[in-house]
């Protein structure tokens, strides 16, 4: 006994987004807003909480030339 095939083939639902609202990550301008205000929200406390004075101080001595910076080996 055969199988019988199906009359139509697999379609996929229509997408509802225009593809100029499409970025090039495949989500809508939309969504990627709610997302980013989502982010905004659950980290603007960190923000505002501003850089440690230690994470400071580490940052400011890998900016400064060091003495070897310049000499040929």
């Known amino acids: 006994m055969t199988e019988k095939k199906p009359d139509k083939p697999h379609v996929m639902p229509m997408q509802t987004v225009t593809s ?14 709610k997302i980013g205000q ?3 929200a659950m980290y603007d406390g960190i923000v ?15 900016d400064r030339p060091s003495d070897d910076e310049g000499k040929a080996e």
Do not use: N, W
């Open 20 to 33: 100029a609202e499409k970025t090039r990550s495949g989500l809508s301008r939309e969504i990627q807003a």
């Open 38 to 40: 989502q982010l905004r």
């Open 48 to 62: 505002q909480e501003g850089v440690p004075d230690r994470f400071a101080q580490l940052l400011s001595k890998l």
